[in-house]
């Protein structure tokens, strides 16, 4: 399997997967065409760095760090539509994924996955992430403006 760093003209198949990974979990999606339309503006701008295999994608982002010279990495999406996974697609993507943070400068990526999804959290610790949870849960707030 191949992973590569799309570009904007993956922006259909890239918008299409996050569509789909919305709704699998119950999320709200402003749909796959808008998704798509919005990817392709934030990767001609560079604002977003996305990786995508066959039916796979990781949608990361990069800032500075409050708390060394370096940049960090953010990992918002890791997705792998449902009849591919179990085949090691999530995992390529995962360390892709760190070994482009890396090649890029950043000495930290985080991530987040719901308590329920254990496919997810596994994947993540088999990969030496650690969850700095001290047991109680965490609480993600969102707002619109």
Known sequence: ?????????DAEAIGRLLHDFNTEFGDPSPGAAKLAARVRELLAADELTVLVADDGVAVMYFRPSLWSDAL????AELYVVPARRGEGLGRALLDASVELAREN???????????????ARSLYESAGFSNRDDGSPMFFYEREL
């Open 1 to 9: 399997m191949t992973v590569r760093v799309a570009e904007p003209a």
């Open 72 to 75: 960090e990495c953010y990992l």
């Open 105 to 119: 400068g950043a000495d930290y990526m985080c991530l987040a996955t719901s308590e329920t999804d254990v496919a």
